[in-house]
Nanobody, 122 residues
Framework: QVQLVESGGRLVQAGGSLRLSCTAS????????MGWFRQAPGMEREFVAA????????YYANSVKGRFTISRDNAKNTVTLQMNSLKPDDTAVYYC???????????????WGQGTQVTVSS
């Protein structure tokens, strides 16, 4: 069992930066792939970024490639999403997820956090 808690979401102006963190409980965190998803009002939850448990190898949605960076610190049981050059379209609730394989499908992830709100003003 893994419990995930996100933090770092807030209101920010377009062009600004935010750093989201996800802290996991459980002794096997280092063996899980981790992902970030987001959900805007009235929209489906969509993939943002993922990172494998070893390597690590990273994956990004085209909409955030070059602006967002996912990283992990297995010693601290944390995964981080650095978001730069934010746009109003990035406004959403951001969710951290853990699963056995990294990818862009929600079905690949078994554990989810409660989410953190990111609002980008124009």
């Amino acid at each position: 069992q893994v419990q995930l808690v996100e933090s770092g979401g807030r209101l920010v102006q377009a062009g600004g930066s935010l750093r989201l963190s996800c802290t996991a409980s459980g002794r096997t965190f280092s063996r899980y792939a981790m992902g970030w998803f987001r959900q805007a009002p009235g929209m489906e939850r969509e993939f943002v970024a993922a990172i494998t448990w070893s390597g690590p190898v990273t994956y990004y949605a085209n909409s955030v490639k070059g602006r967002f960076t996912i990283s992990r610190d297995n010693a601290k049981n944390t995964v981080t999403l650095q978001m730069n050059s934010l746009k109003p379209d990035d406004t959403a609730v951001y969710y951290c997820a853990a699963g056995w394989t990294a990818g862009d499908s929600r079905s690949q992830y078994d554990y989810w956090g409660q989410g953190t709100q990111v609002t980008v003003s124009s």
